[in-house]
């Protein structure tokens, strides 16, 4: 025994912060719900001030402030607490990039349940509910979604704005399926005006989808087509066709099956862009597409992160032509681009 | 957008982990649950064996063997998996340092409930849950703790065993507090042929103790006091008081009174060894302890992670001396030493 550290050798310390990993995203879902780092960019930065402008126990507030600078989303200085440049940026909800609302849907009590049955999933081979096959319009998960997961949308929705600027200034169709949220096409119907959107999904989340159109200004640009992706009506003629964290949900016949309906939207030249968790080839690298293919297991009956070469066998099979992949700097997601 | 990667910059991936953390914790106990750390150990490197072996899906033995490999708990080459050196002492069965277990406490369903209501413990100040104050006898829940954790105990147990030493040779008598699995003093017994173990717990939780004191090969030197700190008759003239991860179930005023019964159960000279999660002044280092006070909010009306400080006031409150704290290499965990 010696009151200094020894040279790190084999220990347990990360099975242990694995299996209470769990608590990670519950104290920030906490800290965001008690709105505990608006309250510390406005200056309430001990227990006693924060306890009174976050409505709580100054012990809870404490602790709960103190475990936040652990993880590293505050600092800590003789007892008074500051944000990090992250938090003021992505979890102080007076920033415009405020990401707060993901873990509504994220770290959900669905999302959750699903994992605390992954074992069953793991057996299986896909999720232990009984809803996973995502073809039904599940209207509290997904206006749910659409209500929390839009910023997380936005930076992604730039990189998309240049692809399409490349068509040039004549009038562009987007069609955006499960647009949820919306904040991929209104994103860039804000940034281009000659875009006009057409948002498809289920009506319930479609309300969601009009009203941020409405709040972007871009409402005259935004139609809708209410249903599901499976039978919906989809029009024809569009110049692109927006394919955002979707065809994840689904097997490859699947997959296939709706390519051929966005196929058959698009005009001649016209293209789908995909944005989507895909992991190299290796299926362990980079980091979070890899691990998306175990949310797809534990919510889906047949979904996956899909690799590249998975993905242009799907678009070659359906007719489209030039599948490219795009990696996009400091963005977990990339985009599969493919022509008419 | 280029297919390079540019050098990092602010993005909100750490918050989009963090929100899945709770993940981790389920993607480790399905793996473990399943046996898949086991049989990878045992040869079935590819998703077809390992299918076969952990009686699962190839499907979703590759997507978790995958995550696994992304969490650094597996190695993949080729398409084939294998053990890292944690995972094979860690979390092969057939390992005696095998700590999967721990899962089935330290993330069920119990603890991942408290937690999923951490708002409302911060504002209260403690457990959201009406069984926080861990004076009642919550059998299900303990004898699942002593099922499960008595793993952890065991590196612990030996610094305990070099301090117990420290005494000689004559007979040593220890009396152990919520001696749960009866880990820490079973195997100090083990390594030391002249303490006897007097375990105190529910009598349910004992059955278990009792089982591991058998297989030690120790059962005649361990009795046990069935029952609970605050009212079990503990007897008298001990040399040592084991107090595991005991106190921080508890406030201040309630440890100070139980003090006093181990106080008074011990000899002239003899000694309390606390095990403990002991943060800095600080309360925001080092990170395991510094978070313990978390599941203390979350989990207790009114327990917490002390600081040595604190430790010190509310042993010398009770008669204790020369109050000590001792830093274990490699361990998360600290020792507190006190005398009468």
Redesign the interface.
Known sequence: ??????A???????????????????????AV??DLFTAIGEGANDPALLAKR???????????A??M????FLR?ENGKYQLT??SA???DRRSP?C?GS??NF??D?TN?AH??R??D??????TASDAGDNSKPLNDRWVGFAKSMGP?AV?MAG?LT??VKSSGERPIRVLDIAAGHGMYGITVAKNLPNVHVTAMDWPAVLEVAKEHAKTAGVADRFSTVPGSAFDANLGEGYDYVFLTNFLHHFDIPTNEMLLGRFYAALKPGGKALTVEFVPNE????P??A??F??????TTDAG?AYTFAEYQKMFSATGFKNCSL???????QRIVEAEK
Chains 1, 2 share one sequence.
């Open positions: 025994m010696s009151s200094s550290t020894a790190p050798k084999l220990n347990p310390e990360r099975i242990f912060t694995t299996l209470f990993a769990y608590q990670q995203t519950f104290a920030l879902k906490a719900e008690l976050c409505q709580a126990s100054e012990r809870g507030v404490r602790m709960l103190d475990y600078t652990v993880q590293g800590k440049q992250e940026v992505f979890l990039a990401m993901m873990g994220l770290a009590d959750v994992f605390s992954l074992s999933a793991v057996r299986k081979g896909g997380m930076p990189v240049q692809m290796d299926r362990v690298s980091p979070m890899a691990c293919s175990t949310v797809m297991l534990a996956d795009h990696d996009v700097p400091d963005l977990p």
